[in-house]
């Protein structure tokens, strides 16, 4: 494989990747690895680990160190100078691979079970500096800025739009960390796209995805004016086009489900004005309140519930706080993970 970076003359850093068998880790990986090539060429090799290391990880975590022996090493491609994966499920596998290998390990997420020095791990929970891992305002995702404009390029002409032309942007998660989504979710969530369409005079790119519950998308769906829609990607009505990039790309404003933190951190990087969208039903976990909460002060994005309003009588001027994210998130990622593992001794700069 060749390097994902040329930029440099020092020899690429072979990397590892070892990916789980959920798409946001794997994003989460990916990006990570993205990231670190903005700084320093790098020749990537993804490895998917054997199914009995995911199954007993966790069990496996508790016995650390010993048992990584047993960990298999893959053939036919070049020995690593780091091993980085993303995803409970692969944590103890990443960890013991490179244990094993007397190699470095990144990974991004909570540690779990696992002491701190058993990889460099990399989150947006600030208590993770506390124990010598790596805070990240904005965990990387799978495509850059000029990814994003990319895709909105190709997009636009497959479906004969202006290129320069702006669309209010939804990116609808699902249940998990807290939250649970209803039918009269939806319903609240259409009005108020209807009446963002109503004050802005744009129209919006709509995506679903596997972990929307039926009701909700359904909801949302009975209610939304189709001529407010440019472009809709309904999971549940069997469209499963991957179409995030392109819709950033094309973005004038986002609107995300405060759900998952993984899209979050991806309408973050378009610098374009970003609110997540809360359920009448929901419980979020300390961390991930606490990086809504800090997001929200630092003006990167603002919050908004969803419970008992009805926008199309009551939501008068929708105005927003949110400049976006500032700065470039893949790398300023980047940067930071390359100069913490020199710190660390592994390759310098």
């Known amino acids: 494989m060749k390097p994902l970076s040329t930029t440099s003359p020092e020899p690429p850093a072979v990397v590892w990747c070892v990916l789980d068998a959920k798409p946001g880790h794997k994003n989460l990986a990916r990006g990570m690895i993205k990231a670190l090539a903005t700084v320093t060429p790098v020749e990537c090799h993804e490895i998917n680990p054997p199914r009995w290391t995911m199954r007993c990880g966790r069990l496996l975590q508790v016995f ?8 298999p090493l893959p053939r036919g491609i070049p020995s690593p100078d780091l091993v980085l994966g993303s ?31 058993a990889a460099l791990f990399t989150h947006y929970d600030p208590s993770i500096s506390q124990e010598g891992g790596l805070c990240l305002p904005i965990l990387p995702g799978p495509f850059t800025r000029d990814d994003q ?7 636009a002409e497959d479906k004969a739009l202006p290129q320069d032309s702006r669309h209010l942007v939804a990116l609808v998660g699902g249940d998990g960390n807290g939250y649970h989504w209803r039918e009269a979710d939806g319903h609240s969530l259409a009005r108020l796209m209807n009446e963002l369409s109503r ?38 009505r069997g469209d499963h086009r991957r179409v995030v990039a392109a819709y950033l790309g ?31 039903q929901m419980l979020p976990g300390k961390v991930h309140e606490s990086y809504l909460i800090h997001a929200a002060r630092q003006h990167w994005l603002d919050r908004q519930s969803l419970a008992e309003k009805d926008w199309s ?37």
């Open 87 to 117: 995803g409970g499920n692969v944590l103890w596998f990443t960890a013991a691979l490179a244990h094993r290998l007397h190699r470095p390990a990144v990974f991004v997420g909570s540690r779990r079970r696992l002491p701190s020095n």
């Open 64 to 71: 650390w160190p010993r048992l990584s022996s047993l960990v």
């Open 250 to 280: 094309g973005a004038f404003r986002v609107l995300v489900g405060e759900d998952s933190m993984s899209m979050i951190h991806e309408a973050l990087t378009s610098r374009q004005p970003v609110t997540t969208f809360q359920p009448a």
């Open 149 to 155: 404009e990319t895709a909105w390029l190709k997009f």
């Open 313 to 349: 009588k009551d939501c008068g001027t929708f105005t927003t706080t949110s400049s976006g994210y500032p700065d470039d998130a893949l790398l300023e990622a980047g940067t930071k993970l390359h100069q913490k593992l020199n710190q660390l001794g592994w390759r310098t700069a």
């Open 199 to 236: 004050q802005t005079g744009r129209r919006w790119l709509v995506t679903t995805s596997r972990r929307t519950p039926p009701e909700f998308e359904s909801g949302l769906i009975s209610l939304l004016r189709t001529e407010n829609i440019t472009d809709a990607c309904w999971f549940h």
